[in-house]
């Protein structure tokens, strides 16, 4: 989990800062979707589910088991994260 929001988030921030447009709220947005992948592992049949409003709001949850959880995740408020996570 750890390995993938790193890459995930380092080709991100990379293209913020390319096109200008990083800011301190990506920076937040990243450490907290980083923080959200920290303790996961992914066994065989695991999934990662991503939900996105269209207010910019990216919601991340996991099944280590081919389910769908009942619960949804931690919610992460930045578009731009949203938007380019959505994209990867």
Do not use: M
């Amino acid at each position: 989990g750890e390995q993938y929001a790193e890459k995930v988030t380092e080709n991100c921030v990379a293209f913020w800062k390319a096109v200008g447009l990083y800011t301190d709220a990506e920076g937040v947005a990243v450490e907290k979707f980083k923080e959200v992948f920290k303790p996961e592992t992914f066994p065989r049949g695991a999934s990662i589910l991503f939900t996105h409003s269209p207010t910019g709001i990216l919601t991340v949850a996991f099944s280590k088991d081919s389910s769908v959880p009942a619960a949804g995740g931690v919610a992460i408020e930045n578009k731009p994260l949203c938007e380019a996570v959505l994209e990867s």
